[in-house]
């Protein structure tokens, strides 16, 4: 057991890690959160097939490629909407009055208000889907790397993407809000309303999502930029590929009422935070995980 433990790859860290934080957490606050044993189970569980994964993955190659790319998408869905049950339980009072003060000074109006003039069902459509791509991104650069070999860069790139994830997932529990779209409805005059996929698409977002409170930091900015940084380092032709979706989506944000512009700013910074922490905390395990790699 303990050398299967040995294995554990900072991706692999990572996740463990935010699931028993959650577990904690949880714990903590048990009488205040609805379902708690539900949710105990569910991250205990998380903790269980990780490190069952450990040594299942070298037993053929789909358990690899479960413990690669199925496995680290289903955490971080399952993580993500779980963040409903306990995110206004532990801490009620949102912030969106601030964000939409701080978004007011800088700009001196409201920014998803000011867009209204630029509301073409066309163009919102282009814009939704450009949003939407945020949950293909990062699958689409493992993918790719997988097929082209890097595995050491694979594993990196996962580590990175994870680690984003979770301090996007920690800053909703620490700054519940839930963005332009709810909390300044009032304001809003035009319905943003598309011409073909629009509709189809916020309904499929409203049904997986729900009402998270995830407005900050934007955790699409943070994502689809720290994606976009990796392919840059590791896969250069997707880069080129990817960089105009992202652009977009980070336009899409705002466009959308999805985020406050201090939203956008704060998962520029998050892409930030998760490089320089990443750089500093992968770099010992470098070697490790070659060496991991080679083994299997």
Known sequence: MFAQLSKLRPAD?????????LLILTAFFYNKIPFAPYLILIYASLIFFQLILIYLSRLNSFLTLTRDIIFP??????????????????????IDYLL?????????FYPTVAAERFINPILTDVLQVAYSTYYFLPIILGVVLKIKKQNEDFEKSLFFILLCFYLS??????????????????????????FLVSKPIQDIL????????????????????????????YARSIFWVMLTP??????????????????????????VVTIAV????YKPHSRHDRLTIQQD
């Not at 998408?73 to 949102?94: A, E, M, R, T, Y």
């Not at 909703?172 to 309303?193: K, N, Q, S």
């Not at 009402?211 to 380092?233: C, M, N, Q």
């Open 73 to 94: 998408v289903i955490s971080v869905l399952i993580i993500f909407d779980s963040l409903g049950l306990v995110v206004h339980n532990i801490n009620p009072q949102d």
């Open 13 to 21: 860290t990572i996740t463990a890690l935010f699931s028993f934080f």
């Open 206 to 233: 409203n049904m997986l999502e729900g009402v998270k409170r995830d407005a900050f930091p934007s955790g699409h900015t943070g994502i689809a930029l720290t994606v976009l940084y990796l392919a840059y380092k």
């Open 169 to 194: 997932y920690a800053g909703y529990i620490l700054f519940p809000a839930l963005g332009p779209r709810y909390a300044m409805d009032h304001l809003h005059e035009t319905t943003l309303g598309g």
């Open 278 to 281: 990443g750089e500093v905390y």
């Open 246 to 271: 992202v652009m977009l989506l980070i336009v899409a944000t705002v466009y959308c009422r999805y985020h406050y512009v201090v939203d956008v700013i704060g998962g520029v910074l998050l892409t």
């Open 100 to 108: 939409i003060r701080l978004d007011y000074l800088i700009f001196g």
